[in-house]
């Protein structure tokens, strides 16, 4: 058996690329977090603005305007926050519950006010 003392330095190598390429990746997931923490503690509006355009707009419509469920651009103006909130964490009628969380409920209810009347 001939020695290949090049080969397992080789393989050393490529361990030490996928560690950084690892350790890269680990360092964008953590600043993307830290970032969105932030955007949570300074604006629930925009915050909630987010949650409702990713969770919300496949039922209500692009614009709230209303889809298979029915509008909810003027919701903010007919219920209070409480209730808003309720509804998105519970659902209500054959609207699903658990789409959001209490958290993110809030401010959904804080974007939906705002941007009503
Ligand atoms: C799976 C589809 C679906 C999704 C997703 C969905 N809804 Fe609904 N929503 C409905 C349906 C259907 C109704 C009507 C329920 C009923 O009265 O029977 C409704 C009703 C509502 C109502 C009451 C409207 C009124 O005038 O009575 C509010 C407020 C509401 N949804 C908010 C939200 C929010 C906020 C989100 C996102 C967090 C959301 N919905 C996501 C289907 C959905």
Redesign the pocket.
Known sequence: MRAKPLIPFYLIGIGALMLMLGLSLVGFYVSTGETEEEGADMDPVELGEE??TS??T???GENLEGA???A?EN?GA??SNEE?AD??VNG?????GG??SPEEAEA?AEY?TSIAE
């Open positions: 949650v409702v969770n919300c496949s039922c209500h298979s469920g029915p909810i919701v007919e219920m808003i509804i998105a209500v009628g054959s609207m699903p789409i959001a959904i939906l």
